[in-house]
């Protein structure tokens, strides 16, 4: 069994040259893996190409939802270190519902398409109504909801449908997330640290280590055992994702 963990959701492409060198090698000293996440075109175009990865993630943010966009992914979701479409969702923060129901089906078409999973960012009011009423969009994909701060009844309708979860941070201090976790299926756990630069925040790749530990604590695993069946969730949630 490999002895690694995996950050599932980094956004690394937004750290300056240096830095995102360091994070990198601290990453790799914590036995690390990370596959970065991109938010908008642009984005796109830049994590295909970074190095020190795992994989990267195609896509458009809902914050960043262009019908037009969508289309211009279709080439980015063919590169081989590409491993997923998203993060891709609804977001009260966004513009119009409308816009973000089109870019979300174009990029679930766009995954089916590619034999690509999908992942999930849902935030604020109203954003996880959009998602159930647009449930059919989902059909046939592999599907990660990132950053996983639901409660119960959305965490059932996730595991109804067999979706992986993903923890960050959040789950080592709210007990909510902490009852979900202990119950939901063990083989649909993931972990991430959602790392991106921000003012007075500190994250960064390698406090996944953290995370998957907590995920332990709660299932009752040791640390290898938390770092060995996360390692065997985030390969099945993520086929094509190349460590070493």
């Known amino acids: 069994m490999r002895q690694i963990w995996v950050d599932t959701h ?12 360091a994070i990198v090698a601290r990453a790799n000293d914590a036995a690390v893996a990370i596959l970065a996440v991109a938010v908008d075109l642009a984005s796109s175009r830049v994590v295909v190409e970074l190095g020190g990865t795992a994989g990267c993630v195609v896509g458009v943010h809902p914050l960043h ?3 037009q966009e ?28 409308d816009v973000q129901v ?22 604020g009011a109203g954003a996880w109504g959009r998602l159930v009423d647009n449930e059919d969009a989902l059909g046939g994909l592999r599907v990660v909801r990132h950053y996983f701060t639901g409660g119960s009844a959305q965490a ?34 993931l972990v991430e640290t959602d ?9 960064e790749p390698r406090d996944v280590v953290t995370v998957g530990e907590g995920v332990g604590r709660l299932r009752g695993w040791t640390p290898v055992e938390a770092q060995e069946r996360l390692y065997e969730n985030t390969s099945a949630a993520f086929p094509g994702l190349r460590f070493g």
Request: net charge negative.
């Open 10 to 21: 980094v956004h690394l492409d937004r750290y300056e040259l240096a830095e995102r060198a």
């Open 65 to 67: 939802a262009r019908e």
């Open 70 to 97: 969508t289309e211009a992914l279709r080439d980015l979701a063919g590169v081989p270190r590409v491993v997923a479409i998203g993060e891709c969702g609804f977001d009260v923060a966004g513009p119009g519902w």
């Open 102 to 123: 089109e870019a979300f089906r174009g990029q679930c078409d766009l995954a089916r398409g590619a034999g690509l999973p999908v992942i999930l960012h849902i935030d």
């Open 156 to 189: 059932e309708w996730h595991e109804r449908r067999g979706h992986f979860l993903s923890f960050g941070r959040p789950l080592l201090k709210e007990e909510g997330l902490q009852a979900i976790c202990r119950e939901y299926p063990a083989g649909l756990i």
């Open 195 to 203: 790392s991106y630069p921000l003012p007075g925040r500190t994250t």
